[in-house]
């Protein structure tokens, strides 16, 4: 079959009614971080900013209460670990709504009820208790809701981009075979029984940083002249992001739901991260955000090429860096707004405002990959009390990693605990790095490229 008359069937499939939609564009308010301000200044700050939509990853009272008689809508969220409960009982499912939804409703706009957060990336078995509890979990609260009264109220539930086992291209795409059936069909049959979004968690940063070779900046920062024609739809796509989504909409095609609208659950650009990450600064944030927000805004809406014309509603991840969330380096710098309140970098939410109507950003140095020695070391004015604690942990009871500290070894004569935590810290970087391991200990470690070895004690390092 040829590839036009391929692209003309689905697109043919996708256009037919679906439920009312909904523009918005929010922001994540996430609270991982020991220097954020508080909900009422956190508050203030998205009132400031003119979002008129926020997404939280609880459903704090504080965040609600202040909310109330606002012009904000919330979107909140059953917690992981309420899931199993609220699957095998009614009546918790009822106390839940009356607790964090009832109190404050209709004062406090609640739009959407997400049930978890990406449940379906536990894979573990003692974890994937929670796949099976989803979608019951989901119906409860929708029971409670109705009882109530309460139908404008959405359920949902938010899922990453890895619930597919193909995204590329497009039109190949299916969910992973341990889930499809079981799981992510009674979810859709679900969401489009009433009415609701598939929310999905899109990182575009993510699959370029992982293949930069293949897969073009520009392309990814949804800029550029670049062109991609899917083989087997023949649609023709201009950025990263419209491949995800589409990804997205051809698996659930592929299980006879055609019609339930995506939301974009997250979707952002870090602004730093650690030496040996590509591409995580200021500018590509700003870029991306910035286009981001003028592509979903235009009107008529553009959609994507398997859905055009469709409303796609997104919150960018997120209002704040949170700096105790772990991980890489760039795990912690998502963010729109400082904790003081000032703005990492500008953007504008009517999306009429031109690139070149903003303030030249500073050029990276890290769009190509680094290449030379790292290290991991201490972070200046840490505890000494939590570095003795982490050199514990790095050192463990048997791996080796801090031999050179043993009496008689080269490195035994670091007396302090700084410069042993140094040690410990770029061993175990070095030895576990390709294993996942980083450099990160809490919060109490970062890269370096500058060697912190003194005389004859020479730290392990990392060769990039």
Aim: proline content about 7%.
């Amino acid at each position: 079959m040829e590839p036009i008359l391929v692209a003309f069937l689905f697109l043919s499939l996708f256009c037919q009614s679906k439920p009312e939609a909904i523009n918005l564009i929010g922001v994540n308010y996430g609270m991982l971080g020991n220097n954020l301000p508080s909900p009422a200044q956190s508050v203030a700050i998205i009132r400031t900013m003119n979002f008129t939509h926020v997404k939280l990853y609880d459903a704090n009272t504080q965040v609600l209460k202040l909310l109330s008689g606002t012009n904000i809508h919330v979107t909140i969220m059953v917690q992981n670990h309420e899931i199993p409960p609220i699957a095998g009982s009614q009546a918790l499912a009822d106390k839940w709504v009356a607790t964090n939804v009832l109190q404050y409703y209709p004062n406090t706009m609640v739009q959407f009820i997400l049930v978890g957060n990406e449940v379906l990336s536990y894979t573990s078995e003692e974890l994937r208790g929670m796949w099976q509890g989803l979608v019951p979990a989901m119906k409860r609260i929708r029971v409670s809701l109705r009882a109530k009264g309460i139908r404008r109220i959405k359920v949902s539930t938010p899922l990453a981009m890895d619930v597919l086992e193909s995204t590329f291209p497009p039109s190949s795409a299916r969910f992973r075979p341990d889930l499809a059936h079981s799981v992510v069909a009674p979810l859709l049959h679900f969401l489009n029984g009433t009415r609701s979004y598939f929310f999905l968690d899109v990182y575009p940063y993510f699959p370029w940083s992982a293949d930069p070779e293949t897969i073009e900046l520009d392309f990814a920062l949804l800029q550029g002249d670049h062109r991609y024609t899917d083989p087997g739809s023949g649609l023709v796509y201009t950025s990263l992001l419209d491949q995800m989504l589409d990804s997205a909409v051809f698996a659930m095609a592929g299980l006879g739901y055609r019609d339930i609208p995506l939301l974009i659950s997250e979707t952002g650009w870090p602004n730093d991260g650690d030496i040996d990450e590509l591409g995580v600064n200021i500018r590509n944030a700003a870029t991306y955000n910035r286009n981001l927000i003028r592509k979903l805004v235009v009107r008529p809406p553009v959609g994507t090429p398997a859905r055009p014309g469709a409303t796609i509603p997104v919150f960018i991840f997120s209002l704040f860096s949170e700096n105790r969330k772990a991980g890489r380096g760039s795990e912690r710098h998502w963010g729109l707004v400082n904790p003081n309140g000032t703005s990492i970098y500008e953007i504008d939410l009517s999306g009429e405002k031109p690139a070149s109507g903003y303030e030249p950003l500073p050029v990276p140095n890290n769009d190509e990959p680094y290449k030379g020695k790292l290290w991991c070391v201490a972070g200046k004015e840490k505890s000494v009390t939590e570095l003795a604690a982490a050199i514990e942990y790095a050192c463990g009871s048997s791996n080796g990693t801090c031999d050179g500290l043993m009496p008689g070894r080269e490195c035994y004569g670091l007396v302090s605990v700084p410069q042993r935590a140094s040690y410990a810290f770029s061993s175990y970087w070095a030895r576990f790095r390709s294993q996942g391991g980083t450099c990160y200990f809490d919060g109490l470690a970062e890269q370096t490229t500058a060697n912190p070895s003194d005389g004859s004690c020479m730290s392990p390092s990392v060769t990039v």
